[in-house]
T-cell receptor, first 111, second 114 residues
Framework: GENVEQHPSTLSVQEGDSAVIKCTYS??????FPWYKQELGKRPQLIID?????GEKKDQRIAVTLNKTAKHFSLHITETQPEDSAVYFC??????????FGPGTRLSVLP | EAGVAQSPRYKIIEKRQSVAFWCNPI?????LYWYQQILGQGPKLLIQ??????VDDSQLPKDRFSAERLKGVDSTLKIQPAKLEDSAVYLC???WGQGTYEQYFGPGTRLTVT
């Protein structure tokens, strides 16, 4: 079955700097890759996603890149702000099924 | 639109007792998911429904966990009997299905088994 690894497990950046979180997956058939943000005690919220027919997707300060050959995808956050502090989860799915989440990255944005 | 609703929000039970969780998805969403999120880990998919049919329950511990979505709308997840290791947040999520995969999560039920 699918296995998703995520690095780093914790990340601290200065406000205004960029943050990058990387995930690798094992099943080459996976074709949908969402990223979720989870604040303490809250529900996961979808922040961006990408499908396997696209290499990059951007939404304001957030971008995701996908390398199907290497089976890895990354989340990029630019101009980080304190409200970006949270746990970020990546996931991989085949056609909206068999969702497998990574273990999470705790991002701290220091003022 | 209203979000995914779950109840109860918190539950404390003793081991070997039973417990049930309820989820009402976003109106019109055909696909419903139940996840288990242990503290400090990512959500783990337990079961996925498409309307009232099970799509994937490969990670559901069927000796103690059961779930149903009889009318293709709301769903219940039951644990009987509970074990200490079942302590977790149980998240319900829904999506439109049919080629759209974006999931919307409910607030979760925090279960503590003592």
């Amino acid at each position: 079955g699918e296995n998703v690894e995520q690095h780093p497990s914790t990340l601290s950046v200065q406000e205004g700097d960029s943050a990058v979180i990387k995930c690798t997956y094992s099943d080459s058939a996976s074709n949908y890759f969402p990223w979720y943000k989870q604040e303490l005690g809250k529900r996961p919220q979808l922040i961006i996603d990408i499908r396997s027919n696209v290499g990059e997707k951007k939404d304001q300060r957030i971008a995701v890149t996908l390398n199907k050959t290497a089976k890895h995808f990354s989340l990029h956050i630019t101009e980080t702000q304190p409200e970006d502090s949270a746990v970020y989860f990546c996931a991989a799915s085949l056609g909206g099924q068999n969702f497998v989440f990574g273990p999470g990255t705790r991002l701290s944005v220091l003022p | 639109e209203a979000g995914v609703a779950q109840s109860p929000r918190y539950k404390i039970i003793e081991k070997r007792q039973s417990v049930a969780f309820w989820c009402n998805p976003i109106s019109g969403h055909a696909t419903l998911y139940w996840y288990q999120q242990i503290l400090g880990q990512g959500p783990k998919l337990l079961i996925q429904f498409q309307n009232n049919g099970v799509v994937d329950d490969s990670q559901l511990p069927k000796d103690r966990f059961s779930a149903e979505r009889l009318k293709g709308v709301d769903s219940t997840l039951k644990i009987q009997p509970a074990k200490l290791e079942d302590s977790a947040v149980y998240l319900c999520a829904s999506s439109w299905g049919q080629g759209t995969y974006e999931q919307y999560f409910g607030p979760g039920t925090r279960l503590t088994v003592t």
